[in-house]
T-cell receptor
């Protein structure tokens, strides 16, 4: 059973701080990793994808991947109240056919 | 470029009825995946279609079925609806290869009464 785990939160950070969201996965054969943001009542929106060990930056977002530790993280710099949402980690298997989603971490950015 | 379109957006059905949901993927995408999202269970994978073939299936009863047409549009059917089927049903489209990013539609909110 392939599993993706995340802390459910809520994770509360003050406005302007760095929010750190973590994700672990069980399938060592996983090749592709994604972060989605989901506002309450809305559908998930793709934020970033990462495929290689190391960091990938896009604006205020940085994804970090460590395949040896089976660990993916998302850092949000200069957090804004509009970042308050649930963040879903998704892992794609080696064949690209199946996304496994974590339960999501609820982030609350306090003004 | 148009996104993923799901219809209808909202649906109310009674127990025992059946329902059909539709998903039109992003142009050029050949893979459509369906998910059920409930507050307690999160995003649960239903099935994935690629070029009209079901490639992968989650752990849902046979009341849940789907199909994909030659234009990549997909439909999902739920027969003999139960109260527990009330959920947000999401479809996601992608190119379908390893590493391809998936994009979600706005979802269909199904309420079974």
């Amino acid at each position: 059973q392939k599993e993706v785990e995340q802390n459910s939160g809520p994770l509360s950070v003050p406005e302007g701080a760095i929010a750190s969201l973590n994700c672990t996965y069980s399938d060592r054969g996983s090749q592709s990793f994604f972060w989605y943001r989901q506002y309450s009542g809305k559908s998930p929106e793709l934020i970033m994808s990462i495929y290689s060990n190391g960091d990938k930056e896009d604006g205020r977002f940085t994804a970090q991947l460590n395949k040896a530790s089976q660990y993916v993280s998302l850092l949000i710099r200069d957090s804004q109240p509009s970042d308050s949402a649930t963040y879903l980690c998704a892992v794609n298997d080696n064949y690209g056919q199946n996304f496994v989603f974590g339960p999501g971490t609820r982030l609350s950015v306090l003004p | 470029k148009a996104g993923v379109t799901q219809t209808p957006r909202y649906l109310i059905k009674t127990r025992g009825q059946q329902v059909t949901l539709s998903c039109s993927p992003i142009s050029g995408h050949r893979s459509v995946s369906w998910y059920q999202q409930t507050p307690g269970q999160g995003l649960q994978f239903l099935f994935e279609y690629f070029s009209e073939t079901q490639r992968n299936k989650g752990n849902f009863p046979g009341r849940f079925s789907g199909r994909q047409f030659s234009n990549s549009r997909s439909e999902m059917n739920v027969s003999t609806l139960e109260l527990g089927d009330s959920a947000l049903y999401l479809c996601a489209s992608s190119f379908g290869q390893q590493g391809a990013e998936a994009f979600f539609g706005q979802g269909t909110r199904l309420t079974v009464v």
